[in-house]
T-cell receptor, first 109, second 114 residues
């Protein structure tokens, strides 16, 4: 079983819609969580860290549920420029970073 | 400030040939990760180093793969002999706190083995 699992999608949503991605992790010892964004044929880049209390950055909200071992990302008011693959990432104190396979989002005009 | 630098950007080689991928991490970062990305398996961690020492190489698929980090500013990933199933994008990433903080990725090396 992979350390981090997420629905690969694709998610096709109209501009302005709200979309949510979930991700589960298998290692309860995981301490750090992130969402990365990867554009086509580019490298992954950090979108936001995920804190225990939940955190928001503009139209993006990330939440962590340790009891159920899942992480979520909510995107409000989707823009065409949000089209990308979103990678869920878990890190542990052994200092590995484990990536999910990514969820592909396409925002349609 | 230069980011993670990988070379070459693209590599096409014949089956059986040796391939060497190179990475220069961000100065001051003491963790370096090598990942492989394919459509089928996504991003897979191959190996990572801390202060130039390999810490976990359990993701290295087989003995044909080897990685070195002779100093803080350079690492190589070698495949010998290469096979068509090694075709993928190989990313190098570095960070200053391992799995506890953001990792910065290079632009990747797209390897095609024919």
């Amino acid at each position: 079983r992979k350390e981090v699992e997420q629905d690969p999608g694709p998610f096709n949503v109209p501009e302005g819609a709200t979309v949510a991605f979930n991700c589960t992790y298998s290692n309860s010892a995981s301490q750090s969580f992130f969402w990365y964004r990867q554009d086509c044929r580019k490298e992954p880049k950090l979108l936001m860290s995920v804190y225990s209390s939940g955190n928001e950055d503009g139209r993006f909200t990330a939440q962590l549920n340790r009891a159920s071992q899942y992480i979520s990302l909510l995107i409000r008011d989707s823009k065409l420029s949000d089209s990308a693959t979103y990678l869920c990432v878990g890190g542990n104190w052994a200092n590995n970073l484990f990536f999910g396979t990514g969820t592909r989002l396409t925002v349609i005009p | 400030d230069a980011g993670v630098i990988q070379s070459p950007r693209h590599e096409v080689t014949e089956m059986g040939q040796e391939v060497t991928l190179r990475c220069k991490p961000i100065s001051g970062h003491d963790y370096l990760f090598w990942y492989r990305q394919t459509m089928m398996r996504g991003l897979e961690l191959l190996i990572y180093f801390n202060n130039n020492v390999p810490i976990d190489d359990s993701g290295m698929p087989e003995d044909r793969f080897s990685a070195k980090m002779p100093n803080a500013s350079f690492s190589t990933l070698k495949i010998q002999p290469s096979e068509p199933r090694d075709s993928a994008v190989y990313f190098c990433a570095s960070s200053n706190a391992g799995g506890r903080t953001e990792a910065f990725f290079g632009q990747g090396t797209r390897l095609t083995v024919v």
